[in-house]
């Protein structure tokens, strides 16, 4: 794995456990690695994460300003808006 692979493994933790410990954040997200049909079943998630209450239906990747392209071919204008992108510089 590359650097800024593991860095953006780092990063997608980090924000799931800035998630868990805010109420408010935890109305909105679930980090997709916490879902147990995906853990169980083996299957890879839908994103990063997956809204809840008032975004209900979106999936949020989070990834390096470079990879926005790569993950949002990987959806192939199949959910169009539904797919949020939220983007970190990797330092260099």
Request: charged residues 25%; negative net charge; proline residues 3%.
């Given at each position: 794995?590359?650097?800024?692979?593991?860095?953006?493994?780092?990063?997608?933790?980090?924000?799931a456990?800035?998630?868990?410990k805010?109420?408010?954040a935890?109305?909105?997200?679930?980090?997709t690695?916490?879902?147990?049909?995906?853990?169980?079943g083996?299957r890879s998630?839908p994103?990063?994460?997956?809204?809840t209450g008032r975004?209900?239906?979106?999936?949020f990747?989070?990834t390096?300003?470079?990879g926005v392209?790569?993950?949002a071919?990987?959806?192939n204008?199949?959910?169009?808006?539904?797919?949020?992108?939220a983007?970190?510089?990797?330092?260099?």
């Amino acid at each position: 794995m590359s650097p800024e692979a593991v860095f953006g493994k780092v990063v997608e933790r980090e924000l799931a456990k800035d998630v868990a410990k805010s109420s408010d954040a935890r109305a909105l997200f679930v980090w997709t690695r916490d879902m147990d049909a995906f853990a169980k079943g083996g299957r890879s998630s839908p994103g990063d994460f997956v809204g809840t209450g008032r975004a209900q239906g979106d999936l949020f990747e989070i990834t390096s300003i470079g990879g926005v392209a790569e993950h949002a071919a990987r959806w192939n204008g199949q959910l169009g808006e539904l797919v949020h992108m939220a983007t970190y510089t990797y330092p260099l």
